[in-house]
């Protein structure tokens, strides 16, 4: 398996401002993912974090209001711009480990925006 | 777009054999997973399976697949108040390089005593 670690695990912020989230995995990944999950339901794909190059976002999710970065194999940010009580939520990121195929999950970082 | 399916709410007595299913539409579906996220946590894999696969199973967890319906069902043995949660499955289809999880609604577990 995989270790991976999100920060912060929380926080609650003001509307207008910006969060960015850090996921940091102890094993080398092929593939790491961002998911939001707003209360009281499922996971929702935001983007696929590609190493290097630009995150490929899923319709209805943009670059601007969630800029990704990721470095390197291990490392990778999830900002959530100009926030609004609507993005609220808890924000996973998910890592696919080399030669397995299992996709194991971070602690999420829980956001409340006022 | 694929689609996966659940029921929401299933309730059973400790010890009792609890079984959670779900539907999905996506014929190229290549991995099945079924994930346990309890009150405050983040999600847990249980076990997954491959498509080529007709059961698999796991100490307490017995995973079925019905690759013509497109169902699949998560069977817990001996059900404990631990098990109360929410189960998640998912899917994902390797074969067109789509490695991200597509996620059902998920189906909240209550165990009575």
């Known amino acids: 398996s995989a270790v991976i670690s999100q920060k912060p695990s929380r926080d609650i912020c003001q509307r207008g401002t910006s969060l960015t989230i850090q996921c940091q995995v102890d094993?080398?990944?092929?593939?790491m993912f961002w998911y939001r999950q707003q209360p009281g339901q499922s996971l929702t794909l935001i983007a696929t974090?590609?190493?290097?190059?630009?995150?490929?976002?899923e319709s209805g999710f943009v670059i601007d209001k969630f800029p990704i970065s990721r470095p390197n194999l291990t490392f990778s940010t999830l900002t959530v711009s100009n926030m609004s009580p609507e993005d609220s939520s808890i924000y996973l990121c998910?890592?696919?480990?080399?030669?397995?195929?299992?996709?194991?999950f971070g602690p999420g970082t829980r956001l409340t925006v006022l | 777009g694929e689609d996966v399916e659940q029921s929401l709410f299933l309730s059973v007595r400790e010890g009792d054999s609890s079984v959670i299913n779900c539907t999905y539409t996506?014929?190229?579906?290549?991995?099945l997973y079924w994930y346990k996220q309890e009150p405050g946590a983040g999600l847990q894999l249980l076990t997954y399976?491959?498509?080529?696969?007709d059961m698999k199973q796991d100490q307490r967890l017995t995973v079925l697949l019905n690759k013509k319906d497109k169902h699949l069902s998560l069977r817990i043995a001996d059900t404990q108040t631990g098990d109360s949660a929410i189960y998640f499955c998912?899917?994902?289809?390797?074969?067109?390089?789509?490695?991200?999880?597509?996620f059902g609604s998920g189906t909240r577990l209550q165990v009575q005593p």
């Open positions: 974090a590609n190493q290097g190059s630009e995150a490929t976002y």
């Open positions: 399976i491959f498509s080529n696969m």
């Open positions: 094993s080398q990944v092929t593939m």
């Open positions: 996506d014929s190229s579906s290549t991995y």
């Open positions: 998910s890592v696919e480990v080399i030669g397995y195929n299992e996709q194991f």
């Open positions: 998912a899917e994902s289809d390797a074969d067109t390089g789509r490695r991200a999880l597509t």
